[in-house]
């Protein structure tokens, strides 16, 4: 059993940076495979960015070059630095886990998920 915290998340203005995070509780964390999604406002929740246990990573077309997903295995936790940020990028962002390596961009891969952190971009 893994649980999932994000923190991080708030109000920035557009153009400007927000880094999340994930912390998961439990030994086995470096096992992990991870995925950040999205969900706006009244709209389905959508993929963002993965990594995966040995540290590959994975980007939606739309954050490539803005987002940066990274971890830190022996704080048990994976970061999402968010630069450039635009009024589109406002959702409430998702953490998942799963240490089967299943499609990095599907729902159904992570068995584990955070409660959703808070990100508005607006001036």
């Known amino acids: 059993q893994v649980q999932l915290v994000e923190a991080g998340g708030g109000l920035v203005q557009p153009g400007g940076s927000l880094r999340l995070s994930c912390v998961a509780s439990?030994?086995?964390?470096?096992?992990?495979?991870v995925g950040w999604f999205l969900q706006a406002p009244g709209k389905e929740r959508e993929f963002v960015a993965a990594i995966r246990w040995n540290g590959l990573s994975y980007y939606a077309d739309s954050v490539k070059g803005r987002f940066t997903i990274s971890r830190d295995n022996a704080k048990s936790t994976v970061y999402l630095q968010m630069n450039s940020l635009k009024p589109e990028d406002t959702a409430v962002y998702y953490c998942?886990?799963?240490?089967?390596?299943?499609?990095?961009?599907?729902?159904?891969?992570?068995?584990?998920w955070g409660q959703g952190a808070q990100v508005t971009v607006s001036s």
């Open positions: 439990g030994r086995t964390f470096i096992i992990y495979n």
């Open positions: 998942a886990a799963d240490p089967s390596a299943g499609y990095y961009g599907r729902e159904s891969s992570y068995r584990y």
